[in-house]
């Protein structure tokens, strides 16, 4: 029940793609029938009043807005591609995030959206359709078949990663996380899952810092496991750094950071399961002084 009105009183999101409508002629629409604020952080996000639903409004059916949270929104951005950019998402489907990065990059360079999955394949492609991403190619593969030393990928700047993981810090999953008992420590063969979620984590982190140009590389979960998030990040700094990759402070005017698991943990961001009614984890890696094909 504590659950449910706490998801009554929360805040709705709802994100401009700028590929078809530019912000402020969205809030106009949207202004005829709603409360609309712009987020403060994420540019292009619009924050609505408690229980407002868009999902039938005609602005979310032509792809103008997609309703995709703030916790979700803020990792496109974090990556920061440039227009022009070759970039990968690594774990696509079903695309919040591809698209948000063609929005980013003004539909120009390449984004290689990459899907193991044939089902959510046909998901993406068609939000790839609605949102008119005409710089996405859909990849139907399992990202840790990528070669890196492929001519294909010499050019790739910047790779998203949001692989699949425990969804704890997602709403539907939350009433269970929040129960006594699941705080008080998990189940045997929950901790199996997490084990085996969090090894799946490191070993398409470790293929994303093994692509040769990149300079950039986030990488993000809707879990609220440190398993799952800082132990991660931990378990390939030394690798990262032998590659010459840093963690960079993500959204630093942002309060809450990564658990204080290790040196540099500030670095990360979390958002709260209940403060901000959902719990995302975000890492950015950054490498400088990578020279360039096209610059040389
Ligand atoms: N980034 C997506 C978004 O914002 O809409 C959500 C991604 S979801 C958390 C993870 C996705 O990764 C799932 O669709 C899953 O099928 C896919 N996936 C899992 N392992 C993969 C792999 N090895 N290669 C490519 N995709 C994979």
Wanted: proline share 5%.
């Amino acid at each position: 029940v504590l659950d449910k009105i706490s998801d009554l009183q929360k805040q709705r999101f709802a994100r401009v793609n700028t590929l078809k409508m530019d912000t402020e002629s969205v809030i106009g629409e949207l202004r005829k029938q709603y409360e609309v604020k712009k987020d403060d952080m994420v540019p292009d996000l619009l924050i609505l009043q408690p229980r407002t639903d868009l999902h039938n409004h005609p602005l979310v059916f032509s792809g103008c807005v997609f309703l995709q949270g703030k916790g979700s929104s803020m990792v496109a951005v974090a990556l920061a591609p440039e227009p022009g950019w070759e970039v990968i998402d690594a774990c696509a489907a079903p695309g919040n995030k591809t698209l948000h990065l063609a929005a980013l990059m003004k539909g120009k360079g390449k984004i290689i959206a990459c899907e193991r999955d044939r089902e959510r394949v046909k998901r993406l492609k068609e939000n790839v359709t609605l949102a008119g991403a005409l710089n996405v190619k859909v990849e139907h593969e399992d990202f840790l078949n990528l070669d890196p030393s492929d001519p294909t990928f010499s050019k790739i700047r910047a790779i998203l990663l949001d692989p699949s993981c425990s969804g704890s810090g997602t709403v539907v999953d939350r009433l269970d996380h929040l129960l006594p008992s699941h705080r008080a420590g998990q189940s045997a063969d929950e901790m199996k899952r997490l084990r085996k979620l969090a090894g799946f984590q490191k070993r398409v982190l470790e293929h994303a810092l093994s692509f040769p140009a990149v300079e950039r590389i986030v990488y993000s979960t809707c879990s609220i496991h440190q398993i799952e998030n800082e132990d991660v990040i931990n378990s390939v700094l030394h690798l990262a750094s032998s590659r010459g990759f840093q963690l960079e402070t993500v959204f630093p005017q942002y309060p809450r950071r990564g658990l204080p698991t290790f040196d540099g943990s500030e670095h990360l961001l979390r958002t709260d399961l209940v403060e901000d009614k959902e719990g995302f984890f975000i890492a950015l890696f950054v490498r400088k002084n990578i020279r360039h094909l096209k610059d040389e």
